[in-house]
Structure formats: C-alpha cells, structure tokens
C-alpha cells in the first residue's frame, strides 16, 4: 500500500513559537492530490489545504504554510506564531490515481499551551 | 446549517446487535464516503458512492458491513452482529464529483462503542 507517514505523533509548543508538521508520501503516480485536514478534540475534520502533484509552489494562508518537495515526496506543514486554538490532530492525506479515497497518516496531535 | 450530518453522533450497543448510522451529505455533492477512524489513528476508508451506485469497498468492509445510498442523497451504514473491535468513529464525507480538485468535507462522526 502506498502510505503517508507522519513520523511525529505528538508534538507541545509554547504559544507564538513556530511549529512545522512533517508528512511523507509514497505514490506510483505522476498525477495526485495532498491534503492537510484539522481535527480538533470536537472530532469534526476540517479541510485546509489542497496541492495537486503538478504544482510545487509553496502556498501561506494567514499564520499557515505549506512546503511542497516532490524531491522528497514530503508535503510539511507549518504554523507560525502558534496559538492554543490550534490545539488539535493534524491529518495529512493523499489521493489516490483513481481520484477517490484519501489515504490519512496517523496524525499529529499538537498541543499549544499559553 | 448546509454541511454533512450524521445521526446518530454516539451509540453503545451489545456484542452480537444491529446498528444502523445515517449520513446526509452537502445537498448538490453526489460523491459520498464511509470512512472510520480507531484511536490514535487517521480515518481509512471503508466504501464511497457515486449517486445511488457503490463504486468501490474497501477490504476493510467484511460482509457484516453494508452500506445503500437508495436515491442518491442520504446513506446509510448497517453492521450486523457488531463485535467489540468495530468499536470506532464512523465518519461520513460528500464531494462534488470526482477528481482531486473536489476535496470532501466530512461530517462529525458517529461514535460506536460495542460493549
């Protein structure tokens, strides 16, 4: 099975530091999507970002980033300034070739604390 | 509200009964998911529809899974004879059609406790 692996499964910062989740892939196809999901501790997965396999360019929403290298099949995720609000799991995704299902890594559950 | 909704949102049944979940997907998505998601994992995907059609099961889905979509808007999600390790978050996700440009949008989940 083509995984994504999220090697951090828990990660505590102090508010306003900068935290980077890192994700890895695997695929056989040229043409795929990623995915960064949020699931705070109400359980609901909250859409943030989407990146076909076409497009390396690096994209920043508001205190959000994302680096995108398919050299390294890596798609990170950083937040900068963190606040406790972001206190949450953190879901990576990819989508497989035939355009379907995603495919989650187990998570990151990051804990911002004031 | 106009986002996917799912009933009930927590249920505790016995080894060996019935249950049944239902999902109300975003009203012009026509692609709807099952997922389920264990402790300390991320969701994996159980089956997902297309209208009416099932167009894919995962091998997750055993036979005592079963899931209709009957017109084409809700879904539901039956599993017979529950056994203590179906114990999960069900969670249900609608899409605009195919492709990776549509990203689906998941509901809050259905909590399955089997004692």
């Known amino acids: 099975a083509q995984k994504v692996t999220q090697a951090q499964t828990e990660i505590s910062v102090v508010e306003k530091e900068d935290v980077t989740l890192d994700c890895v892939y695997e695929t056989r196809d040229t043409t795929y999507y990623l995915f960064w999901y949020k699931q705070p501790p109400s359980g609901e997965l909250v859409f943030l970002i989407r990146r076909n396999s076409f497009d390396e360019q690096n994209e920043i929403s508001g205190r959000y980033s994302w680096n995108f290298q398919k050299s390294t099949s890596s798609f990170n995720f950083t937040i900068t300034a963190s606040q406790v609000v972001d206190s949450a799991v953190y879901f990576c995704?990819?989508?497989?070739?035939?355009?379907?299902?995603?495919?989650f890594g187990k998570g990151t559950m990051l804990l911002v604390s004031p | 509200d106009t986002g996917v909704s799912q009933d009930p949102r927590h249920k505790i049944t016995k080894r060996g009964q019935n249950v049944t979940f239902r999902c109300d997907p975003i009203s012009e998505h026509n692609r709807l998911y099952w997922y389920r998601q264990t402790l300390g994992q991320g969701p994996e995907f159980l089956t997902y529809?297309?209208?009416?059609?099932?167009?894919?099961k995962s091998r997750l889905l055993s036979d005592r899974f079963s899931a209709e979509r009957p017109k084409g808007s809700f879904s539901t999600l039956e599993i017979q004879r529950t056994e203590q390790g179906d114990s999960a978050m069900y969670l249900c996700?609608?899409?605009?059609?195919?492709?990776?440009?549509?990203?689906?949008?998941f509901g809050p989940g259905t909590r399955l406790t089997v004692l």
């Open positions: 529809f297309q209208n009416e059609a099932q167009l894919e």
């Open positions: 995704a990819r989508m497989n070739s035939g355009y379907s299902t995603l495919t």
């Open positions: 996700a609608s899409s605009l059609g195919a492709g990776g440009g549509n990203e689906q949008f």
